[in-house]
């Protein structure tokens, strides 16, 4: 039986390989991301997952394999063959990244309408028609100001939009990523660990905004996600990595029981098998994680311990 994200797939990986020298980061990696649906990349660090992404996404041409994204028409794109931009443009690829990248200084409406740049410059005839605002820019223009505002709402920061994105808290800058790559108009949308950092209720937030664009932008997402709350709670399909293949494939029930992937992240061989009881608790893991462990700030500061001041030294001679 075909699994439900094999059957009309929005983005079909076959073979796909990435050599850098001697060192295979990615080994004959096949999987599909269905449409309308949420995929999640997951596995231990140095899996391979990002690479994963940049391949798809253009930063990296792929050492062998087939990367096609397919649309609903029937077009294809073959995006190892093609440049970034043109991935981004053309076939309708969004991404945002590990570390967060906004354009801190500009406002947060003004990094939203950086994301619909190429639409705009186009309808200014590249500058002259934005420079004496010939109505088909001001027609334009507002429409991406109109999306700009769905967006913002959508995300709940309306309120900050003419604030500077630097100034806002980290969860709120992580949903004005998303916020500005929906704004390109993406067919596939890739998120690079966006729950990085949030605490549990803006990780409630980011599953909730994720359904949403889903469900009413009809959009698929490819996710890489260390966040097991959110994997389980809105994925459709996981796909699991580990030293850059492909180890387990399936449901979110179906990778939670699997005893590949309860291996891979308990850390023992092949060959080894993990007791039936600590199988339980790593697969329990997996599904609901442990809460993070406190850490103690890099700044704090460091209680200061008095210490005797040391007496003159007496010369006989008197002072020389």
């Known amino acids: 039986m075909t699994a439900a994200w094999s059957h009309d797939p929005e983005l079909k990986v076959q073979h796909l390989t990435m050599r850098f020298g001697g060192l295979t980061a990615i080994g004959d990696l096949s999987f599909d991301a269905g449409r309308k649906q949420i995929t999640a990349l997951i596995g231990p660090n140095g899996a391979g997952k990002t690479t994963v992404f940049n391949c798809i996404t253009g930063f990296y041409k792929p050492t062998e394999g087939l990367i096609v994204h397919r649309h609903p028409g029937g077009q294809e794109f073959l995006l190892e063959r093609m440049d970034d931009f043109r991935i981004t443009r053309h076939s309708k690829v969004a991404r945002t990244f590990q570390n967060i990248r906004l354009f801190g200084g500009m406002t947060v409406l003004e990094n939203l309408m950086v994301a619909q740049h190429n639409v ?68 596939l949308l890739c998120l690079d660990e966006p729950a990085a950092g949030l605490n549990p209720r803006e990780s409630d937030e980011l599953n909730k905004l994720l359904l949403s664009i889903r469900d009413e932008e009809n959009v698929a997402i490819l996710l890489i996600e260390h966040d097991m709350s959110v994997v389980m709670g809105i994925s459709d399909h996981i796909v699991v990595l580990d030293y850059g293949r492909k180890i387990s494939d399936g449901t979110p029930a179906e990778i939670k029981a699997d005893p590949a992937v309860i291996r891979a992240y308990l850390g023992v061989d092949d060959e080894q098998e993990a007791p039936a009881a600590v199988q339980a608790d790593i697969a329990k893991s997996i599904a609901e994680p442990p809460p993070p462990p406190l850490t103690i700030a890099k700044n704090a500061r460091k209680p200061v311990i008095a210490k005797k001041r040391p007496e003159p030294v007496k010369h006989k001679g008197g002072r020389k």
């Open 120 to 187: 705009l410059m186009a309808a200014s005839n590249w500058t002259v028609g934005g420079l004496f605002g010939s109505p088909r820019y001001r027609h334009k223009e507002a429409e991406a100001i109109e999306r700009c505002k769905h967006w913002l709402n959508k995300t709940g920061l309306i309120d900050r939009a003419d604030d500077p994105a630097a100034d806002l808290p980290y969860g709120a800058q992580r949903r004005l990523e998303i916020a500005r790559a929906m704004c390109t108009e993406p067919r």
